[in-house]
């Protein structure tokens, strides 16, 4: 057993899930998305890609830049979250809300596809 | 370049993960405890106050309480939290630092700025392996001409040393063991740009390997080796390497010449010197009896060129059994009155002190001119850097392996011609040489010749090609004028002329110059300038060939076209 490989799996199924429950629910209904959620799944997105820094195999480049993408997009949803809520003021309406929520969908397909590619690897070097 | 990104990024994980959590813990603690506002208000921060807040708190720039003062469970929070990122942050500045301090980490960065300066030339260069005498007085002189090169050497000390010189061009150097294939490829063995590996480091072995691998990674790959020893000399050329430098040798051979006829000697030594060297008075060694200090590499050269011009030598060893000196030969180091009075120093004309120890040449040169001052010296310099003390000593003759090595491969690579001329002259007669000399004097000042070769192509004397082309053939004394007065000659002598694969020794003025052609000249400094002005200069050449300066616009060469006397135009 690789304790490297279980802990970058962890991570990255955990931002993967903790990015689906943010995701859930009515899109434009701030009551359904919670920001803890959001929170942790940035933080968590964050750890597994300083988890692939500095990986020389193929696929291991290929994680890095589909975790990278799921935190620009988290971090994307977060901007946007803290431009109109505290710069602009206009407080969490549908319309901020849809975009925050859309953003961290983006977010959960670089996810999913980081998911797969794990998956796939580890299938692949079944021994 | 790649390398050290991901050297990098690995050695900061851990770090990094470090600085994420304890920002993300002591954002979320901030947010979950309950605050007060200004009215005494239950007043929770947001995670975007939570997160400026520690971000400056993280930071130790520390704004204060912001927005409204803090509770004291907040305070309590907030110790915690100032320690736990600030350690964070020490930890991953440190471990940053350390990394680059880090040896390895160094190597690295200096391993792959070398590679890519290599990778970044884009003309011809050479490869030297070893920065030693020879090394830095070939690298320094290649610098000096615009030639590019590339330095592989052992020690750190000498590349630093290197970098300290005032070189107009930026050479790179690797610290490494050049004679391993990964260290050569690194400085640009297969690079289409490398012109040739010079092998010049101390050790004939290393010279050996560094000579194989090249021969085996590059077989087109020009090879030049220094070797001290014949053994390895036959080994080296066995494989195919294109030059083997001798420095003993050579000196040896020159040192012969000397006897044999010093008009050559002073064709060699003169061509062969270095740039702005003084041009020293010649004084022939006197023929007589030879004492020989010293039966090594350098010893056994000298003794056969000596005994083969027929002037005898005794030898004065410390080691007879290991040298296998001749029988005859005087045990001792030759430092000391006692043997040299056994060699019979009285009645000698020359010492040569030639041990592989420069204080103890130093030593014999002295103890024997204190026992006869009309001795002729010729001393070994086995370091550079002993320079002004073998100056000081007033040495007649004074033989550097180093100098010898970095002078003959200067000239093999800058002047190929010179090597061919020098090969045919040590042909001729006395006479021959005489003759040379006397029509060289004629034209120097108290320098040196130069040494130039002119190449009759469109590159570098488009102006004779095009003038051949219009049937006015251009000959050798036409491009030896002075363009600025067509009385004089330019203070040069045409030494040979390279015609396909017929060499010619001193061509005569009036050879008419084909397309091809290659031309070795020696002259007075500044005269190379004036001929290639006028080999690529049409109304230059046109005003030598017909003494009419010609017009170089279109209307006024229409306008005298008529003109009768000026058939180029």
Redesign the interface.
């Known amino acids: 057993m690789n304790l490297e490989k279980v802990f970058f799996a962890f991570f990255i199924v955990l931002s993967l899930t903790l990015n689906f429950g943010f995701f859930v629910g009515e899109l434009d209904n701030p009551d359904h998305h919670n920001?803890?959620e959001l929170?942790a799944a940035l933080?968590v997105s964050?750890?597994a890609t300083?988890?692939k820094?500095?990986?020389?195999a193929h696929i291991g480049a290929v994680l890095l830049a589909t975790s990278l993408v799921a935190d620009l997009q988290l971090i994307a949803a977060?901007i946007v979250?803290?431009i109109f809520?505290?710069a602009i003021d206009t407080g969490l309406t549908p319309m901020v809300m849809a975009s925050i929520v859309s953003l961290s969908g983006g977010a959960l397909l670089a996810n999913i596809i980081s998911v797969v590619i794990l998956v796939t690897e580890t299938v692949m070097f079944r021994r | 370049m790649h390398n050290l990104m991901y050297l990098l990024l690995r050695r900061m994980r851990a770090p990094l993960i470090v600085v994420i959590l304890a920002y993300a813990v002591s954002t979320l603690g901030l947010v979950l405890i309950p605050g007060m506002d200004d009215q005494g208000n239950p007043w929770r921060m947001d995670f975007f106050h939570a997160f400026y807040f520690v971000s400056f708190m993280g930071s130790t720039i520390g704004f204060g309480e912001i927005p409204y003062p803090f509770t004291d469970a907040q305070r309590l929070w907030t110790t915690i939290a100032m320690y736990t990122t600030v350690l964070a942050w020490l930890y991953a500045i440190g471990a940053m630092f350390t990394l680059i301090q880090d040896r390895a980490f160094r190597n690295l960065v200096s391993y792959s700025g070398f590679t890519r300066s290599v990778r970044g030339i884009r003309e011809p260069f050479y490869l030297v392996c070893g920065l030693g005498d020879a090394g830095r007085l070939l690298v320094r002189e290649l610098a000096a001409r615009g030639i590019r090169s590339v330095v592989i050497e052992l020690n750190q000390g000498k590349l630093d040393a290197l970098q300290l010189e005032d070189l107009s061009i930026y050479v790179p150097g690797m610290c490494a063991d050049a004679s391993t294939a990964a260290s050569l490829t690194a400085a640009g063995l297969k690079s289409p740009y490398c012109a040739a590996v010079i092998a010049i480091t101390d050790s004939d072995h290393i010279n050996l390997t560094i000579a194989i691998t090249s021969k085996l990674l590059s077989p087109e790959l020009q090879v030049i080796c220094r070797a001290e020893t014949h053994d390895a000399q036959a080994n080296m050329a066995s494989f195919g390497t294109d030059s083997i430098v001798n420095p003993y040798d050579t000196f040896a051979d020159r040192f012969a010449m000397m006897f044999q006829s010093p008009s050559m000697y002073l064709v060699y030594e003169w061509l062969t010197s270095i740039r702005d060297a003084p041009l020293r008075d010649f004084v022939a060694p006197p023929k007589g009896k030879w004492v020989l200090c010293g039966f090594g590499r350098f010893g056994k050269a000298v003794q056969k060129s000596l005994s083969f011009e027929g002037i005898r030598t005794v030898i004065i060893e410390s080691d007879i059994a290991g040298t296998l000196a001749p029988e005859g030969t005087i045990e001792g180091r030759g430092t000391e009155a006692i043997t040299l009075y056994e060699a019979d120093i009285d009645n000698a004309v020359g010492i040569i002190a030639g041990t592989d120890d420069d204080s103890n040449n130093l030593s014999i040169i002295i103890t024997a001119l204190d026992l006869n001052k009309d001795l002729f010296t010729v001393a070994r310099q086995n370091r550079s850097r002993n320079d002004a003390v073998f100056a000081a000593a007033n040495i007649d003759l004074v033989m550097q392996p180093g100098t010898i090595t970095g002078r003959r491969i200067v000239n093999q690579i800058t002047n190929p011609l010179l090597t061919n001329f020098l090969r045919l002259a040590r042909q001729q007669n006395d006479e021959w040489a005489n003759i040379l000399v006397s029509r060289v004097v004629g034209i120097l000042d108290d320098r040196p010749p130069e040494s130039w070769t002119l190449v009759v192509g469109h590159s570098q004397t488009s102006a004779i090609i095009e003038a051949t082309a219009k049937g006015c053939p251009i000959s050798l004394g036409m491009i030896c004028t002075d363009p600025r007065d067509l009385t004089e000659c330019l203070p040069c002598v045409p030494l040979l002329l390279k015609r396909q694969h017929d060499d010619f020794l001193v061509p005569a003025n009036d050879t008419i110059m084909q397309p091809g052609d290659q031309l070795l000249f020696c002259g007075r400094k500044g005269a190379e300038t004036h001929m290639r002005w006028s080999a690529n200069d049409f109304n230059a050449l046109n005003f030598i060939c017909s003494g009419v300066d010609r017009p170089s616009g279109s209307l006024w060469r229409w306008l005298s076209k008529h003109e009768p006397g000026n058939k180029m135009a």
């Open positions: 920001v803890y929170f933080v964050l750890i300083v988890m820094f500095g990986d020389r977060v979250w803290g809520v505290y």
